[in-house]
Structures are given as structure tokens and as C-alpha cells.
């Protein structure tokens, strides 16, 4: 019955198509299990009212999505995430495009500089923040210490108590570790444009800017995307450096420490669920502009 | 008007000179190719002059002007690579336009000046396309339309043709050379294929080891090649050489071989006695019947029919010959043949320096 079955399913599928399914099934058990499965059982739970805190789970429709949007704090840490973001991009885009066009200029010793490039980005993420909080010490820290002696600031540093400068600072912490990954990408574009291009843009009369904003740009579009997607999503699951620098506070919380307070602190885990659901959406959205706006073929054959 | 005019051209990398010292005038309107073998100068030369490989020492003009330190971009030189350098994402309208939207022409105007010269080319039907939509001949040809639609004062050519196939190759020759005489436009085509020099070229400068060995009219090259170099370099199959010395009595002037006795007509300077280079291209060789005056002895090793020629392998004394025979011919291998030469093809070389005696 067993062999027969499975003769059956040969001639349909043929040899080859049965091993092509065959190399597919770990990605797919894989993929499926840890982010399909839980995803749809988060998307699930969010309309439900799930707490340990209370017997059984009520169906509760869209409730909890309609309470995030009526809810001040939570508002508060959409706007701070949404600061994080545009921040964090445009620094990290900038940032990481500066490093990579002259990390593609240096000959002698490029392999080293990447090496360097790349340390922030190796550490973890807790360490980084730590090592930030130093720095940014209103005693000892060496941020303190350099505008001290500069003679750029004179007093105590007060950095932690307005607002924007902590948001300022926590996200420069967060550029500090991504935008070497920016670099690498925008690097690897960078490299794979043939040379003759620019000589031929050369020749046709266009000057270092021209030939940036006319061949390099358009020929990096595909890693630039890449970058902006990556960067993005990173920013608004910020979470490590705007805790450690700032616990729980108000003025630096993000959604996703928002989530974090309300699913495991208050123990709301449906509506902490539908909270990080908004914020998979979000970052989703935006990286699809990103997609359609800025990605352009550009291979030639 | 574009007379190039290059003088004392060195070039180094690092301490290595690659160029030593060139000399070549271009005049206006003239199609010149540089050949050599690989490695020779010859990219090297036209990359200096396109302005993409900084001078060492000497001199570029156009028209008298020094342009040594000129940028690439106000040389108004367009330059053709070998795998055509066309920006993959702009449209091969784009693509042509590409140098007058840098000069800030008029959109309205270049795209008639496109649409001109895409007629020209027989490019109309893919003036929206990219060019990875396209063959590697149209590619080609954008790559041209590119560098006419601004009509520069001289196109550069770096082996344009090197990535097409044998067919395609020729007939894009053809239109090359056809177009550089509609527009009158002074170029230079480097190029390792001398096919390609001999029938496109007003003239050739042939490389080697970055030296100029001889600049002249193709024929001219090939039947008076200055020295051993250009002798073996121009002409397929390859010039035979064989090691001689000079007589000169009273029957006139000879080369004694280590086979056979040559006659050589017409003037020739060397002393008697001194060694030289006898030089017979393939085809200036013919089978006769018999021993006679002058005929060089002949084994053969194989024969290759080639279809218009029949090329003959084989060796007198210890020396390997190749005859390119108009005819067919069959014979059996490892029969001894003898070989006539024509006196006035017979080319003599100093054995020392190499140069041209004759």
C-alpha cells in the first residue's frame, strides 16, 4: 500500500521535481515553524484577550487594535520610534555612503579599514550601548570630558534631561553599530559598477559630480534599497540601545519597548501582540516603497 | 580640423617605462591603427591620448595646442572600449544622448541628433530599449552612434570589434571604415587583428615592446617591412626567414644559405661577407619541377588545404618553411621538393640590428 502509494507520487512529481521539493523542506519546516506559524498565531491571539492574569480568552475583535490608537503613551512611543527612523536612515544612509565611496577609493591596506569598519557592528548590541553610556556620563564620560576641555561646554552635562538630545544621542548610538552594514552593502554596489563607465563618462564630458549622480547613484539603486530596507527595519525594532541608555523612560521609549512593557511587564499579552503586529506593518511599508521608489534593475544580461 | 601630433610619449609604471619615447603625427581626417601584440603600448598610447593614462614625459597637441593636461572631458575626444562601456541602465537613446545632455544641449535638440545618427546605424527600432536588450553587435554599434552623435574632433578606438564573431566582425568593419569616410573624422583603432589594420587603415604604426618599429601605408608595410619584426608580424602565414650571407660579384648580389644560393634584385647596402636575414613571404614561394638557379630544396611535413590556398609545411636544412599555395596541390608527405622565389620578392635583413637592407 505504503510503496504504492509512493510510486504514484514519483510519476507524478518525476525524479527531478521530488528532489528539487526534497532541498526545499528544511527552508520550508524552518521558515514555517519559527516565523509563519508564530506569526499567525500572533495575528490570531491579538484579536483575542489573552492574560495570565485572567481565566479563559475572550474574542474581542479589533478592540485591542482601537485601545493602542486612543492610548497616550503608546502614541508617544510611535512618535519617538518614528524619530528613531527617519534619524537613524538618513544618518546611516549618509553616513554609510560616505564610508563606502572612500573605502572604494583606498588601495593599500582596504581589507584592514573594512575590518575596522565592521567592529561596531560585531559587537553586541547590549555592549555597544554600554560602552555609549560611558561616554555619555555626566561625571567621567568622555563626551562630558571633550566638550569640557574644548571649552564647548561649560557646567554640568545635563545631556539625559532634554528630550530631543536623548533622542539624538540614543540614535546615534544605534547609527554607530548599523551603519557599517550600510557601508559593506553600498561597498559591494560600489565595486561591482565596471570601471569602464566611468571612463567612458569621462570622455563624454562629465565632471566627478556628474559622473556620481548619473552612473554611481542609478548603479547602486539595487544595494541602496537593500540598505534603506535593512536600516529601517532595523530602527524601528530599536530596542537595546534606548533601554540601556534609558530604561523605561517616557521621552526615549520605543514601540517596541512599548511591547516589552506591555506584554511581559503588565502582563497584556494580546495587546502587546497587536502593538508589535503595527510595527512589523510599519517597517514592512515603508521597505516596499523603498522597493518600488529606489530599486532598479541594473544588471546587464 | 584635429592634426594629432605626439612627441617623445613616455610612459612609466612605477619605474617600469612601458612607452619609450614615441613619435606620430596624425593628420586631419586620417584613420590610423596602432597594432602589436599584446602587452606592446598600443592601449596605453590611446588611453594617454583619450587622457584616461597620465603622460610621463613628452607631448600631445591637437592642432599645435599642448593638451597634456587637458581633462578627458574637454579633449573632445569620444573614445569606443572593447566591451562598449554602455551604461546599463540608461535606454540607448540615453545612452547616445548621454555627452549632449552633459553639454546642456536642449532636450529638443538631442533627440533629433540622436534619432540622426541612430538612422545612420540602423538603430531606430531600439532607440527605448536598454542595452541589455540587445545583441552584442547592436551594443556595438550603440557604442558608435555614442561617440558620432557628438561629433568629437577624434575617435579613439580601443579593439571594438574584438568581442563580435568572425562574421560580424567584418561587416561591421566595413560600416566603421565606411562611416569614418563619410564624416572625414581623424581616427585611431588599436587593434591586434591585421586584418582589420591592413584593410581599414590610412596607415599603420606597428608596436612592439613599446617602441614604434614602422608607421606606413598598409601595402607599404607589407611589402617593404622595415625590419625582422614587422616582417613576421604582418602577413598570414607568417614571413619565412632564413640565415644567409651576402656575396656580392660580378653576376650581381646573392645570399648564400645554408641550402640554396638567392638572388636579390635592385640595390641593397651591406658589406659582402657580412650575415643576414633572407626574408620570402609564403605565397612569393611556387613548386618547380627541378633543381634550378636559386631554388631552395623543400621536405614536406603537411599540407593544409584551406580552401582559396593551399598552405605547404615542411623544412630546408634544419629551417621550417611554410608555402601558401594559390592551386591545390597534392603530393606525397616526405617528398622532396624544390621551391622558386621571384627576385623582387626576396626581403634582406640585417642579421645584427635587424633592419631592412634592401
Redesign the interface.
Known amino acids: 500500500m505504503a510503496s504504492a502509494l509512493t510510486r504514484e507520487k514519483t510519476r507524478r512529481f518525476g525524479g527531478e521535481a521530488s528532489l528539487g521539493i526534497a532541498f526545499v523542506i528544511p527552508m520550508v519546516v524552518i521558515m514555517g515553524g519559527l516565523v509563519l506559524l508564530p506569526l499567525l498565531s500572533t495575528m490570531i491571539d491579538s484579536v483575542y484577550n489573552v492574560s495570565p492574569m485572567r481565566a479563559g480568552t475572550p474574542f474581542v475583535g479589533f478592540k485591542n487594535y482601537i485601545d493602542l490608537f486612543s492610548n497616550t503613551t503608546v502614541n508617544q512611543s510611535w512618535r519617538n520610534t518614528f524619530y528613531y527612523v527617519v534619524l537613524a536612515v538618513v544618518l546611516e544612509t549618509a553616513g554609510g555612503l560616505a564610508t563606502a565611496l572612500l573605502l572604494n577609493k583606498v588601495k593599500i591596506g582596504r581589507r584592514w579599514l573594512l575590518a575596522a569598519v565592521v567592529l561596531p557592528w560585531c559587537l553586541p548590541p547590549v555592549v555597544n550601548a554600554v560602552v555609549w553610556m560611558w561616554i555619555y556620563n555626566p561625571s567621567y564620560g568622555l563626551l562630558t570630558g571633550v566638550l569640557h576641555s574644548t571649552g564647548l561646554m561649560t557646567g554640568p552635562s545635563l545631556f539625559f534631561n532634554d528630550r530631543y538630545v536623548m533622542l539624538f544621542l540614543v540614535t546615534l548610538v544605534h547609527v554607530w553599530r548599523m551603519m557599517p552594514l550600510t557601508a559593506i552593502i553600498l561597498l559591494a554596489a560600489l565595486q561591482s559598477i565596471?570601471k569602464?563607465?566611468y571612463?567612458?563618462?569621462?570622455?563624454?564630458?562629465?565632471?566627478s559630480f556628474?559622473c556620481f549622480r548619473?552612473?554611481t547613484l542609478?548603479?547602486i539603486s539595487g544595494g541602496l534599497a537593500i540598505a534603506l530596507s535593512q536600516s529601517t527595519v532595523f530602527a524601528f525594532n530599536l530596542f537595546d540601545e534606548a533601554w540601556i541608555l534609558n530604561r523605561a523612560s517616557l521621552d526615549t521609549r520605543t514601540v517596541i519597548i512599548q511591547v516589552y512593557l506591555d506584554a511581559f511587564q503588565n502582563l497584556k499579552f494580546s495587546l502587546g501582540m497587536a502593538l508589535s503586529l503595527l510595527a512589523m506593518l510599519a517597517s514592512l511599508l515603508v521597505s516596499l516603497f523603498y522597493v518600488l521608489k529606489v530599486y532598479?534593475e541594473?544588471?546587464?544580461? | 580640423m584635429a592634426n594629432l601630433t605626439i612627441s617623445q610619449l613616455k610612459k612609466n609604471y612605477g619605474n617600469v617605462e612601458v612607452l619609450h619615447g614615441l613619435d606620430l603625427t596624425v593628420n586631419d581626417g586620417e584613420f590610423v591603427s596602432l597594432i602589436g601584440e599584446s602587452g606592446c603600448g598600443k592601449s596605453t598610447l590611446l588611453r594617454m591620448i583619450?587622457?584616461?593614462e597620465e603622460i610621463t614625459d613628452g607631448t600631445i597637441a591637437v592642432d599645435g595646442r599642448v593638451i597634456n593636461d587637458v581633462?578627458?572631458?574637454?579633449?573632445d575626444?569620444?573614445?569606443v572600449?572593447q566591451?562598449y562601456?554602455l551604461?546599463?541602465?540608461l535606454t540607448v537613446a540615453e545612452n547616445m544622448g548621454?555627452?549632449l545632455r552633459?553639454?546642456n544641449v536642449p532636450k529638443a535638440e538631442i533627440r533629433p541628433a540622436v534619432e540622426d545618427v541612430a538612422e545612420l546605424l540602423n538603430l531606430s527600432p531600439y532607440l527605448d530599449r536598454l542595452?541589455?536588450a540587445l545583441s552584442g553587435g547592436q551594443r556595438q554599434r550603440v557604442a558608435m552612434g555614442?561617440a558620432i552623435v557628438?561629433r568629437p574632433q577624434v575617435f579613439l578606438f580601443d579593439e571594438p570589434l574584438s568581442n563580435l564573431d568572425a562574421k560580424l566582425r567584418v561587416q561591421m568593419r566595413v560600416e566603421i571604415k565606411a562611416l569614418q569616410r563619410r564624416l572625414g573624422t581623424t581616427s585611431i583603432y588599436v587593434t591586434h587583428d591585421q586584418m582589420e589594420a591592413m584593410t581599414m587603415s590610412d596607415r599603420i604604426v606597428i608596436m612592439n615592446h613599446g617602441k614604434i618599429e614602422q608607421i606606413g601605408a598598409p601595402l607599404e608595410v607589407y611589402d617593404r617591412p622595415a625590419n625582422v619584426f614587422v616582417a613576421t608580424f604582418i602577413g598570414s602565414p607568417s614571413m619565412n626567414l632564413l640565415d644567409g650571407v651576402l656575396e656580392r660579384n660580378a653576376d650581381g648580389i646573392f645570399i648564400r644559405t645554408e641550402t640554396a644560393v638567392i638572388r636579390v634584385a635592385g640595390e641593397i647596402s651591406g658589406q659582402s661577407g657580412s650575415n643576414v636575414i633572407v626574408g620570402v613571404r609564403p605565397e612569393h614561394l611556387k613548386i618547380v619541377a627541378d633543381a634550378t638557379e636559386g631554388s631552395i630544396p623543400f621536405d614536406l611535413d603537411l599540407i593544409e588545404p584551406t580552401g582559396a590556398e593551399t598552405h605547404l609545411y615542411g623544412q630546408t636544412g634544419k629551417v621550417l618553411m611554410t608555402v601558401a599555395l594559390n592551386d591545390r596541390f597534392n603530393a606525397p608527405l616526405g617528398s622532396s621538393l624544390y621551391l622558386g622565389i621571384q627576385e623582387k620578392h626576396v626581403h634582406v635583413f640585417d642579421k645584427e640590428n635587424g633592419q631592412r637592407l634592401n
Do not use: C, E, V
Open positions: 565596471p569602464d563607465l571612463q567612458a563618462a569621462r570622455l563624454d564630458g562629465a565632471s556628474k548619473l552612473i542609478p548603479l532598479r541594473t544588471r546587464f544580461d | 583619450a587622457g584616461l581633462a578627458p572631458k574637454d579633449r575626444m569620444a573614445m572600449f566591451n562601456a551604461y546599463p541602465h548621454f555627452s552633459l553639454r542595452p541589455k555614442r557628438r
